[in-house]
């Protein structure tokens, strides 16, 4: 079975930084997409940030371009978003998705198994 669980959300003010971890079980880690997705009330589940297990290239949303990083370590099937200079827009909660392929285009509609999410809140 997949599994996808999500840690590392909190309260932050903005400007600040934020590390959220996905754990992922029950893929090959050689050969699987990932990505952090974000959802806040009332809007659609939006692509953060994905990459392809296979070259580890990632992909970012233009608003989180500069400020997000998204990496991974294979060794223990751990995949991280670093978020740095945090906004008031950033808010939400925020799932890693996976799927079974690779080079999945970060759009939510593509990944098959999600995490529970974890709750990022920016105020001040």
């Known amino acids: 079975q997949v599994q996808l669980v999500e840690s590392g959300g909190g309260l932050v003010q903005p400007g600040g930084s934020l590390r959220l971890t996905c754990t992922v079980s029950?893929?090959?880690?050689?050969?699987?997409?990932v990505g952090w997705f974000r959802q806040a009330p009332g809007k659609d589940r939006e692509g953060v940030s994905c990459?392809?297990?296979?070259?580890?290239?990632?992909d970012y949303a233009d608003s989180v371009k500069g400020r997000f990083t998204i990496s991974e370590d294979k060794a223990t099937n751990m995949v991280f978003l670093q978020m740095n200079n945090l906004k008031d827009e950033d808010a939400g909660v925020y799932y890693c998705a996976a799927d079974p392929l690779y080079l999945r285009p970060c759009e939510a509609t593509y990944y098959d198994h999600w995490g529970q999410g974890t709750q990022v809140t920016v105020s001040s």
């Open positions: 029950g893929f090959n880690p050689n050969i699987f997409s």
């Open positions: 990459i392809s297990s296979i070259d580890g290239t990632p």
